[in-house]
């Protein structure tokens, strides 16, 4: 099937595209006020009468909450499943909002011209470039170039807690695409395209010191009763050495040194460290001795203090020795560290540290291993090229910061390999007023699921 008559195919169906985005964009499918159920209900059934006009089986599929839209098409070649969600965040506050957030419109801006509404990027407008590159190919050529499987989640801002007993349930179904792309991610910068290959875990621990069994004067009791704060900090203060590196006995177990064809990559991507610590109000960065920037934050594990409580802490001044004192720290996790082995040596090391008189407890919140993508596939590069036929500079294989558990989800309950492709830009305000989204992202985002879709089609 010829590539091209696609690519003229989406940019003469430009408009027609932009209001089928906007009818999507209308729905206010917020997931997690109850109050909006039956609008993630007609955003479900939009999806599912839309799939069906490009030849899928599609239906909504009902879950113990919002349903899942799953589709189904044959073809020859490999088998894809595409992967989005449908459901958006609220609007709180609606007086920073310029315009209503389900009100779609195009606006021009000092950068272009942009799409304004709630998901207008995250993840209706990512979510629709591949449903448009879909449906250009089934006008142009009658078919989809490939074998396709569509996976439309309404959970996903959330928690997604239907989505893993979802997945068990018919793991069957979903246990044969070669390969899963997955839109929710975005550009490295607004010329150059990424498809994100490593993805850092997370794991969070709330310790709680407790020393005497109230609060005690600080005058009559300073000096001679331990403080469980000063425990805290010291406990704090230990877990990095003076070259930034985190103490926990074995927690670099499992971390590799970046590929060096993956470093060339990003040093070739300018990272304006300086410029990207300076936006906020920073001017050093704190990490690792001897790491460049991107690979403190896509590729090397961290351990931070996300949050500190003991004592007094309203106006003015108590002198008390609080009875308790408590921190909640995360570890983001890359490569094949094992959290629950990095769980039990901090909390090891925790109570090692504990003087006489106190007693430590410690509630988890999550643990979930870093994802890793096989970028040795074939199939990575074929896409970082058609990406990079598309856009001004050369694509990049890239890192994330953060976590997506949904690629994590597909490789441990599927087996199948996740390929994240997205075109959201820094400033597209997701989660917060004015959400927005490029129409260069929309079209040239269209046009590159295109490419890659022949890219892939042909491994």
């Keep these: 099937m010829s590539l091209d008559p696609v690519l003229t195919r989406i940019d003469t169906d430009l408009d027609a595209a932009l209001e089928r985005l906007k009818d999507l964009l209308r729905i206010p499918s917020i997931s997690t006020d109850p109050a909006y159920k039956a609008d993630c209900e007609r955003a479900a059934d939009w999806l599912v009468s839309d799939l069906q006009s490009l030849g899928a089986a599609a239906e909504k599929r009902p879950t113990p909450g919002h349903p899942m839209v799953v589709g189904h098409v044959d073809g020859p070649g490999p088998h894809l499943m595409f992967y989005g969600h449908y459901d958006v965040q609220p609007v709180d506050p609606l007086e920073l909002w310029d315009s209503d957030p389900f009100d779609p419109r195009i606006e021009d ?67 044969a695409p070669d390969l899963a792309l997955i839109c929710d991610t975005g550009m490295f910068d607004p010329r150059t395209p990424a498809i994100t290959t490593m993805l850092r875990g997370l794991l969070g621990e709330e310790v709680t010191i407790t020393g005497p069994d109230k609060d005690l004067h600080s005058g009559m009791y300073g000096g001679i009763a331990m403080n469980p704060i000063r425990v805290l900090a010291r406990i704090i203060a230990s877990l990095h050495d003076d070259e930034g590196r985190v103490t926990v006995p074995g927690f670099y177990d499992g971390v590799s040194e970046l590929p060096e064809e993956i470093r060339a990559q990003w040093d070739a991507l300018g990272f304006d460290e300086a410029g990207f610590l300076g936006a906020v109000g920073l001017s050093e960065k704190a990490g ?41 720290i995360s570890f983001r996790l890359v490569g094949g560290q094992d959290p629950h082995a990095i769980r039990t040596a901090f909390r090891d090391m925790v109570r090692a540290m504990l003087p006489a008189d106190c007693s430590v407890t410690f509630a988890e919140h999550g643990a979930s291993p870093a994802s890793v993508m096989a970028t040795d596939d074939p199939a990575f590069e074929a896409a970082r090229r058609a990406l990079s036929d598309e856009w001004p500079n050369p694509a990049a294989f890239v890192g994330s910061g953060g976590s997506i558990p949904i690629a994590g989800y597909f490789k441990a309950l599927l087996g199948v390999d996740s390929m994240l492709i997205g075109f959201g830009r820094d400033d597209d305000r997701i989660h917060s007023p004015n959400e927005k989204y490029d129409l260069e992202s929309f079209h040239r985002g269209t046009r590159s699921w295109a490419r890659v879709l022949a890219a892939l089609s042909k491994e």
């Design 109 to 175: 801006t000092p950068d272009g011209k942009v799409i304004r509404a709630r998901g207008a990027c995250d993840d209706k407008g990512q979510l629709m470039t591949f449903i448009e590159a879909c449906r250009a190919w089934k006008a142009v050529h009658g078919a989809l170039p490939c074998k396709m499987t569509f996976f439309l989640e309404g959970e996903e801002e959330s928690g997604s807690p239907s989505l893993v007993p979802f997945l068990k349930e018919n793991a069957a179904e979903f246990s």
């Design 288 to 328: 690792e001795t001897g790491r460049s920037g991107l690979e403190m934050i896509w590729a090397r594990p961290t351990c931070e203090t996300n949050g500190i409580t003991g004592g007094y802490t309203g106006d003015g001044f108590k002198t008390v020795l609080p009875s308790q004192a408590s921190a909640k």
